[in-house]
């Protein structure tokens, strides 16, 4: 059963640094990983989907690497801003009975301090 | 820009009381997921659906939540009886992708948050 971590679960840094977000699973049998972005009380915005093949995805000002082989990939946030405040949620594509679902960790809960 | 509609937005009840939720995909979209996730956590899959079918509803606790889609494109998800432990934001998403492999760009709705008295 494939499950996902995601830490730390909370980080508060001043606003113009560059961070980065971590997550890990534990079977490498996955289709793609994906980030998301939820405001609080809202839904979830795809950020970036990275297909098992790639290494990496950018958009913007938002970089996402994977390394399948040690089940991790983070998302790298360059030049941190206040609008940037919210909780980052990481998600594995995994196979089920010919079809797709996603997995997702607890998510790590970002403020950017102005 | 299309948008996956739910309703209803907040649902507060008392528990033993039924409760539904109702989502309209994206058109086109062949899958529809119902997620539920409690404060604080990841979302978690309670059903999926491919078509009008039943992909996975494996962490759906069927002695009191059903889920439908008849006709492929709306869904409802309902709770009977409710219990406090219910309380969540329940989400639903819709993606273009059939089957395992591809890209697959999920879209959520605003979600409808439950809470149970």
């Given at each position: 059963k494939q499950e996902v971590t995601q830490i730390p679960a909370a980080l508060s840094v001043p606003e113009g640094e560059n961070l980065v977000l971590n997550c890990s699973f534990?079977?490498?049998?996955?289709y793609n990983l994906q980030w998301f972005r939820q405001d609080p009380g809202k839904g979830l915005t795809s950020l970036l989907l990275i297909q098992s093949s790639q290494r990496e995805q950018t958009s913007g000002r938002l970089n996402a690497s994977l390394d399948k082989s040690s089940g991790r990939s983070t998302l790298y946030i360059a030049?941190?801003?206040?609008?940037?405040?919210a909780t980052y949620l990481c998600a594995a594509g995994v196979g089920i009975q010919g079809a797709q679902k996603l997995v997702f960790g607890q998510g790590t809960r970002l403020t950017i301090n102005p | 820009e299309a948008e996956v509609a739910q309703s209803p937005r907040y649902k507060i009840t008392e528990k033993s009381q039924a409760v539904a939720f109702w989502c309209d995909p994206i058109s086109g979209h062949a899958t529809l997921y119902w997620y539920r996730q409690i404060l604080g956590q990841g979302p978690e899959l309670l059903v999926q659906f491919q078509d009008e079918s039943?992909?996975?509803?494996?962490?759906?606790?069927k002695d009191r939540f059903s889920a439908e889609r008849l006709k492929g494109v709306d869904s409802t998800l309902k709770i009977?009886?409710?219990?406090?432990?219910?309380s969540a934001m329940y989400l639903c998403a819709s993606s273009q992708v059939k089957g395992a492999?591809?890209?697959n760009v999920l879209t959520f709705g605003a979600g409808s948050r439950l809470t149970v008295l």
């Open positions: 534990t079977d490498s049998a996955i030049a941190s801003q206040p609008g940037d405040s | 039943v992909v996975d509803d494996s962490q759906l606790p009977q009886p409710a219990e406090l432990g219910d492999g591809g890209a």
